[in-house]
């Protein structure tokens, strides 16, 4: 049953509509994380946020924006595979893990993509940094970044070089580090799989450093990606992402103690994401949801339809119904056009974001004559009548 709802300024339908789901609550993550973010990426759904928006130094895991920033130039056609790129003394100066790069080196830019993904090397981060930079240093080259991040809607995002080593203003958030993933992931499938090699031989010059650092792809849970980092300020973390069946989840902590810790906590996500959620298609394509009311039509009512089939994710075990609404401002004025997007089904299931998703109508209304045009403003001041004062219910 559709309710009206007056308002001096408009008239909001509200629908109380059952839908025959049934769920009970997930049991809550309880992450040791200092910061987290869960993503289920094909309905949009944050599963976890802990200390989500704050910026916080990311180390290494801040190479990846360094690597989108390549994949674009790239794809535009600025930077080729097999260009090779010269090793300044800078970029050679960097500690910590590398290459093992010098200034008698020209390297090919594949390489070095293959160098930092696997590797984590801070002198490749450079290396392309300085090629890429608008004024050919890294400090420009992390202003670049810092324009860049924004602009894919990383917020809470700061860069103070290319590669995450410790310095004042470098910080990213867990939930920008998700948002990055997910860009690199979608925008760049061709290079995506270069996040899953487990390891990397540059050369014979650093048998020590050829296995890629995160734990999680040789378990056999999905997980293809995609960058640890570690620093003392930091603590260890871990951006990753992990596929099963059609679901795809991506994952950030931040602030861990150890590698250890690190390893048992990114598994455990992943294993409660994938265990605790479900898909669940809701509603069918074409098959109406409600009735909304028209104004001035040659009938009196709409059907409100899912344009394609609707799936959402909901805690997985059965128990607890789950309710929705459907919400339109209306009476809606013809004409109206099959498809036209007309009210939003909303969810509220526990412990996870409202949901809220289109639904459109189920076919044309054209507009009515004269006489359909004053019966419905005859209805509006009746209905006026007996409802009182505006506003009134």
């Not at 674009?72 to 893990?97: C, F, K, N």
């Not at 128990?319 to 013809?334: L, M, R």
Request: aromatic letters at 6%; one cysteine or more.
């Amino acid at each position: 049953m559709i309710k009206i709802l007056k308002s001096s300024a408009r008239m909001v339908a509200v629908g109380g509509l059952f839908l025959g789901l049934s769920v009970l609550s997930a049991s809550a993550f309880e992450t040791k994380a200092r910061a987290a973010y869960v993503l289920d990426q094909r309905t949009d759904t944050v599963l976890l946020a802990k200390n989500a928006e704050q910026p916080l130094p990311p180390a290494s895991m801040s190479k990846l924006m360094t690597l989108y920033v390549a994949f674009e130039a790239i794809r535009d056609g600025r930077l080729t595979l097999d260009e090779q790129l010269p090793v300044s003394e800078h970029a050679m100066s960097y500690g910590g893990s590398t290459m093992f790069l010098d200034t008698t080196d020209r390297v090919r830019v594949e390489d070095l993509l293959r160098g930092i993904i696997v590797l984590s090397g801070n002198d490749a981060c450079v290396v392309l940094a300085e090629a890429l930079s608008p004024d050919g240093t890294e400090a420009g080259f992390a202003r670049y970044m810092t324009k860049r991040a924004q602009q894919l809607g990383m917020m809470n995002s700061t860069f103070a070089n290319a590669n995450g080593w410790p310095a004042a203003g470098h910080r990213m958030s867990v939930q920008d580090l998700a948002i990055l993933a997910e860009h690199l992931i979608e925008d760049f499938p061709e290079y995506y799989p270069l996040f899953s090699e487990t390891e990397f031989k540059f050369d014979g010059r650093a048998p020590s450093n050829t296995r890629n650092r995160n734990p999680l792809l040789s378990l056999g849970i999905g997980a293809d990606g995609l960058k640890t980092g570690h620093t003392s300020e930091a603590g260890y973390g871990l951006v990753g992402s992990a596929i099963q069946g059609d679901r795809r989840v991506i994952f950030v902590v931040s602030g861990l103690n150890s590698t250890a810790a690190r390893a048992e906590e990114a598994e455990a996500l992943v294993n409660w994401s994938f265990r605790q959620f479900a898909s669940k298609t809701i509603a069918k394509a074409s098959v109406p949801v409600a009735q909304a009311e028209v104004w001035r039509g040659t009938e009196k009512t709409v059907g409100l339809v899912p344009a394609e089939d609707l799936t959402v994710l909901l805690p997985a075990l059965s128990g607890k119904q789950i309710n929705a609404e459907v919400v339109y401002t209306g009476p809606i004025e013809a004409p109206i056009v099959k498809g036209q997007e007309l009210a939003k089904l909303v969810l509220k299931p526990e412990d996870l974001p409202e949901i809220r998703l289109p639904l459109v109508a189920a076919k044309d209304v054209p507009s009515g004559g004269f006489l359909v045009r004053v019966m419905s403003a005859a209805d509006i001041l009746v209905s006026r009548f007996l409802t009182g004062p505006e506003g009134a219910m």
